[in-house]
């Protein structure tokens, strides 16, 4: 080093030694603040100076994202998203044609998350891609929909492994709509046809992957018959396991005997066909959604069309329900909501059996056949679960069964859960069980 070079700094035990200003970077001045700055000066100093970025003000919009407010949306000016955010808000024709696809199927049940299949995966693109990421800790991605709108949101899991993540999806109270390919080499000139081949709502499912062995999966349809005010309403009930084929149908009187038949059976998802908007719900348990369809089916000439299509009958005389209204009703409406989540019956998928479901030709069974047993009784005996905790381990359930198929223990939960009335029913069963 040259003797008289200049110090790097000033020295440590005095003042400091004035730096050569020509050896520093614009950039690296430091303005010093007089008070007859000029505004020549601060211009200067302000260019010389890196910007901060502006932080855009964010909030939550009716979607439910969160995005920013300073920037409109193209394709809607009331909504502060992106076209991007949502499968409505992106005009279709400047799509690709599969994503117009995917929004077309989309925008036919916008409530359920939908699983489109893109080789060997299962793709979901705009909310739904940021929704399942999200819950299934999947990375999220981009893909190409059009030269206007640019990437969208993509995530995808791999069709081998359709029905683990599927399961969580369900388990977590979401509907799942599965479009698979019909096809492995598509027609020349245009796409591989993809159709809707399954939907997965938590009381639809039948692989044995998500559901629970030594108990009974229950769909339940509801038929409510408003009376006047100062009457109990009528009901019925269809419940259905469609992983086992069981099909009971029940109709009684009165709010309360519907609310402790909902908190007995514990139904994974119950529909409903509402009579009118402002008809109350406070005959459903509080911890049990109600999925609320349309209430067409569930008239009585759609619901014995509905029972003579599904059983391949020309009368429903033979069924034992034609004095029993309420229960047609139920029972129909049931069944048209099982061929809408199962719409391709002839094809099979790689994801599941698309054949329709079988089912037992429906059971009524009357109010004098069971003992009833309300909510507070079955909570303080502990039947099928403890009291403290709401666990199966300890109650009187866990404790007697010693059953060794899985049928058999939902048949112990069934006897358990509902005691016979009749002594000469007690006596048919104890004889059986004493033959076997």
Same mark, same amino acid.
């Given at each position: 080093?040259?003797?008289n070079?200049e110090?790097?700094?000033?020295?440590?035990?005095?003042?400091? +030694?004035?730096?050569?200003?020509?050896s520093?970077?614009?950039?690296?001045?430091?303005?010093?603040?007089?008070?007859?700055?000029?505004?020549?000066e601060?211009?200067?100093?302000?260019?010389?100076?890196?910007r901060?970025?502006?932080?855009?003000?964010?909030?939550?919009n009716?979607?439910?994202?969160?995005?920013?407010?300073?920037?409109?949306?193209?394709?809607?000016?009331?909504?502060?998203l992106?076209?991007?955010? $949502?499968?409505?808000?992106?005009?279709?024709?400047k799509?690709?044609?599969?994503?117009? $696809?995917?929004?077309e199927?989309?925008?036919a049940?916008?409530?359920?998350?939908?699983?489109?299949?893109?080789?060997?995966?299962?793709?979901?693109?705009?909310?739904?891609?940021?929704?399942?990421?999200?819950?299934?800790?999947?990375?999220?991605?981009?893909?190409?929909?059009g030269?206007?709108?640019?990437?969208?949101?993509?995530?995808g899991?791999p069709?081998?492994?359709? +029905?683990?993540?599927? *399961?969580?999806?369900v388990?977590?109270?979401?509907?799942? =709509?599965?479009?698979?390919?019909?096809?492995?080499?598509?027609?020349?000139?245009?796409?591989?046809?993809?159709e809707?081949?399954r939907?997965?709502?938590?009381?639809?499912?039948?692989?044995?992957?998500?559901?629970?062995?030594?108990?009974?999966?229950?769909?339940?349809?509801?038929?409510i018959?408003?009376?006047?005010?100062?009457?109990?309403? *009528?009901?019925?009930?269809?419940?259905?396991?469609?992983?086992?084929?069981?099909?009971?149908?029940? +109709?009684?009187?009165?709010?309360?005997a519907?609310?402790?038949?909902?908190?007995?059976?514990?139904?994974?998802e119950?529909?409903?066909?509402?009579?009118? *908007?402002?008809?109350?719900?406070d005959?459903?348990p509080?911890?049990?959604?109600?999925?609320?369809?349309?209430?067409t089916?569930?008239?009585?000439p759609?619901?014995?069309?509905?029972?003579?299509?599904?059983?391949?009958?020309?009368?429903?005389?033979?069924?034992?329900?034609?004095?029993w209204?309420?229960?047609?009703?139920?029972?129909?409406?049931?069944?048209?909501y099982?061929?809408?989540?199962?719409?391709?019956?002839?094809?099979?998928? =790689?994801?599941?059996?698309?054949a329709?479901?079988?089912?037992?030709?429906?059971?009524?069974?009357?109010?004098e056949?069971?003992?009833?047993?309300? *909510?507070?009784?079955?909570?303080?005996?502990?039947?099928?679960?403890?009291?403290k905790?709401?666990?199966?381990?300890?109650?009187?359930?866990?404790?007697?069964?010693?059953?060794?198929?899985?049928?058999?223990?939902?048949?112990?939960?069934?006897w358990?859960?509902?005691?016979?009335?009749?002594?000469n029913?007690i006596y048919?069963?104890?004889?059986?069980?004493?033959e076997?």
């Amino acid at each position: 080093m040259e003797a008289n070079a200049e110090p790097m700094q000033g020295n440590l035990f005095g003042d400091a +030694e004035a730096s050569n200003d020509a050896s520093q970077s614009p950039e690296a001045k430091t303005f010093q603040v007089e008070k007859d700055i000029s505004d020549e000066e601060l211009t200067k100093d302000a260019q010389i100076r890196p910007r901060k970025i502006k932080q855009a003000k964010l909030k939550l919009n009716k979607y439910g994202f969160v995005a920013t407010a300073d920037k409109e949306s193209p394709t809607d000016k009331d909504s502060d998203l992106p076209a991007w955010s $949502h499968h409505s808000l992106v005009n279709t024709e400047k799509l690709t044609p599969v994503m117009r $696809h995917y929004v077309e199927l989309k925008k036919a049940s916008p409530e359920r998350i939908l699983l489109y299949r893109l080789g060997d995966f299962f793709e979901c693109f705009f909310e739904d891609a940021i929704k399942i990421s999200q819950i299934l800790e999947l990375t999220l991605t981009g893909k190409e929909s059009g030269k206007d709108i640019g990437r969208v949101p993509m995530a995808g899991i791999p069709h081998h492994a359709a +029905e683990r993540y599927c *399961s969580e999806l369900v388990r977590q109270g979401f509907s799942v =709509s599965i479009c698979d390919q019909l096809e492995s080499i598509p027609t020349k000139g245009s796409l591989i046809k993809r159709e809707i081949t399954r939907v997965l709502t938590p009381g639809t499912i039948i692989e044995e992957g998500m559901l629970q062995a030594r108990r009974n999966n229950w769909l339940v349809s509801v038929v409510i018959e408003p009376n006047n005010k100062n009457q109990e309403f *009528s009901w019925s009930m269809a419940n259905a396991d469609i992983s086992t084929g069981e099909f009971i149908v029940m +109709e009684r009187i009165g709010k309360e005997a519907l609310y402790q038949e909902l908190n007995k059976l514990e139904a994974a998802e119950i529909i409903w066909g509402q009579p009118n *908007s402002d008809f109350p719900k406070d005959w459903c348990p509080e911890h049990i959604k109600i999925n609320i369809v349309s209430k067409t089916p569930f008239s009585l000439p759609e619901a014995e069309l509905s029972l003579k299509n599904y059983f391949d009958l020309t009368t429903i005389n033979g069924l034992g329900l034609t004095q029993w209204s309420l229960a047609i009703r139920a029972s129909g409406g049931l069944l048209a909501y099982l061929n809408n989540t199962n719409p391709i019956h002839k094809i099979n998928t =790689s994801f599941a059996q698309s054949a329709r479901i079988a089912l037992d030709l429906p059971r009524i069974i009357f109010q004098e056949d069971f003992l009833i047993i309300d *909510s507070q009784t079955r909570r303080n005996l502990e039947i099928t679960s403890t009291q403290k905790d709401n666990q199966f381990h300890g109650s009187l359930l866990w404790a007697i069964d010693r059953t060794l198929t899985s049928m058999g223990g939902r048949c112990l939960r069934r006897w358990i859960d509902k005691p016979l009335m009749s002594v000469n029913a007690i006596y048919s069963r104890q004889e059986i069980v004493t033959e076997l």
